[in-house]
């Protein structure tokens, strides 16, 4: 009685004076999160399959992390980075330097993936002193108003902000599996295609800036983007001098079994964006390039009062060492391929399911248009009710996509995938 009267008046209190603009995808009220299980207020235990959305790939309040975390506080919490320098960020950007794909060796820190997309487009704009951006339909980039400009995954993102940024066009993404019975070099020469009528006829290539793609698609429902594409617009964009942009936001630190999703396609972009899973959980964002790109962005150009944040730069750099030491870049492709291959064979000739497919850790189970809007509430509804937390994307909310921390028990995994698989079989 007690406890339900604490989960009542904290979720009241929320409903009262937290904004709802934001969508709540639950109303449970969390207390506790380890590993990947949480508890809730009423003493509810949960298996979490989302992970703050791709953010705890080492699994909720890791000893490692929290240890890292607690010893930064202990010698300060802010300074701001145009202030001076320190430890923890240094270490980071040279961290950062000596993992990522090509020549990028200067980072810029920001909070947040959206405001690293910000920061990354007003880069590309003043390295090229061009301001025009190419994106593309279905791709999500976040928040902040820039980020809101190239998204363009859902128009309700975009509602009421118009007019937002001049000079952003959308190219369609190659998606095959989206296309019945279109193959991948079909989708790829269409979408190239389209690329270069956007140049013909609404802007010069020499006058864009960059070109921001998301190697595997996220928000707009799983897709990874064919290597040839992405190896076709790195030549593209050379050719003309266009900055090409990788968000790496949601696949970076081995979520889709590379550390990188661009090693994938071994195609090295101009300005990496990252944030999510780069810091386990504390707010950071980064913008890597190389020095000659950053030294085009003037001094005082940009900047952040707590953009790189001591204990950001601090649980990031434990985060990845935890990524690193418990090879969880490999496990990531293994164990991926080994989640994909049980599904496809546990769901085997349900009617309704139109693709299980996965690049790593980054698996997507994707539902038929003519069912999925009623189909994927109901099974995301039943896997909570059987206390497991899912999410869905894509651009008809289609695909229930899985984004377990990269260092998951076997227990814990097993336990998950049954709920789920029982959750589908009891709904199609
Ligand atoms: C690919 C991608 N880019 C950018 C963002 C925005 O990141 P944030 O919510 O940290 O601003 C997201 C968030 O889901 C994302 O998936």
């Not at 109303?27 to 003493?43: N, P």
């Not at 959206?114 to 990354?120: L, N």
Request: with cysteine; proline share 4%.
């Amino acid at each position: 009685m007690k406890l339900q009267n604490k989960t009542t008046e904290i979720r009241e209190k929320a409903k009262k004076h937290l904004s709802p603009v934001m969508t709540r995808v639950t109303e449970l009220v969390i207390e506790k999160a380890k590993g990947a299980r949480f508890w809730t207020a009423d003493g509810d235990e949960y298996i979490d399959f989302v992970s703050g959305v791709a953010v705890n790939a080492v699994g909720h309040a890791n000893d490692a992390m929290v240890d890292a975390i607690k010893k930064q506080a202990e010698l300060f919490i802010h300074f701001g980075l145009n202030y001076g320098y320190y430890e923890s960020a240094a270490n980071l950007a040279e961290k950062i330097a000596s993992i990522t794909p090509g020549n990028l060796d200067t980072v810029f820190f920001s909070n947040s993936g959206g405001e690293a997309i910000d920061g990354a487009l007003k880069l590309a704009r003043a390295a090229t002193g061009r301001p025009g951006i190419i994106s593309f339909e279905g791709s999500f980039h976040g928040r902040t108003l820039g980020a809101t400009a190239i998204t363009a995954s859902s128009s309700k993102y975009r509602k009421y902000y118009e007019p937002i940024l001049g000079e952003v066009h959308h190219a369609p993404y190659p998606y095959p599996s989206q296309l019945k019975g279109v193959q991948e070099e079909e989708a790829t020469s269409y979408c190239l295609h389209q690329l270069q009528k956007i140049f013909d006829l609404r802007i010069d290539p020499s006058r864009v800036a960059a070109v921001v793609i998301e190697p595997v698609m996220g928000e707009g429902g799983y897709f990874p983007a064919p290597p040839a594409f992405l190896q076709e617009l790195r030549k593209i964009t050379k050719q003309h001098g266009i900055l090409l942009i990788f968000d790496e936001v949601q696949t970076g630190f081995g979520r889709t079994g590379k550390m990188f999703a661009a090693e994938h396609s071994g195609v090295n972009p101009d300005i990496l964006v990252l944030a999510k899973a780069l810091s386990g959980g504390m707010p950071l964002g980064a913008i890597v390039a190389s020095r000659e790109i950053h030294e085009k962005w003037p001094t005082g150009g940009h900047g952040s009062t707590f953009g790189g944040n001591p204990i950001s730069c601090a649980a990031a750099l434990a985060n990845i060492h935890i990524i690193e030491a418990e090879k969880l870049v490999d496990r990531s492709k293994d164990l991926g391929a080994r989640i994909v291959e049980r599904l496809q064979q546990s769901l085997n000739g349900i009617q309704g399911i139109k693709e299980i497919r996965g690049l790593g850790m980054m698996i997507g189970l994707e539902f038929h248009e003519d069912i999925a809007s009623h189909a994927v509430p109901v099974i995301k509804q039943k896997c909570l009710d059987h206390k497991l937390l899912i999410m869905n994307c894509g651009i008809q909310g289609q695909t229930i996509r899985l984004m377990l921390p990269l260092n998951i028990n076997e227990v814990d995994l097993d336990q998950g995938l049954s709920i789920l698989e029982n959750a589908v079989k009891d709904t199609l």
